[in-house]
């Protein structure tokens, strides 16, 4: 009995190294993620996953409307939006 769980102390505790190392933090970082896509709002300045670089002209539910610099109007989903850039 005891040579099984001294057979299995490495195996969880790499279980638990990589929980707390990969996968707590990737975690982390999509709740960040969602809850800023969540709190998108008209007039905020946005880098979607894409590279483009837009104005948040109008949010639905699911959707938004970009706005890009040459005035043209671009429909995207929420989940496309990358990071907020700050206004200047």
């Known amino acids: ?22 996968i707590r933090p990737q975690q982390k970082k999509q709740k960040q993620v969602r809850q800023m896509q969540s709190d998108l709002k008209k007039g905020d300045k946005v880098i979607t996953i ?4 837009a104005t948040v002209h109008a949010i639905d539910e699911n959707s938004l409307v970009l706005e890009a610099g040459d005035g043209s109007k671009l429909t995207y989903d929420r989940s496309a939006v990358r990071e907020i850039v700050e206004q200047s």
Not at 50 to 53: C, D, E, F, P
């Open 1 to 22: 009995m005891d040579a099984i769980l001294l057979n299995l102390a490495p195996i969880v505790l790499m279980v638990v190294i990589f929980y707390f190392l990969l």
């Open 50 to 53: 894409g590279g483009l670089h």
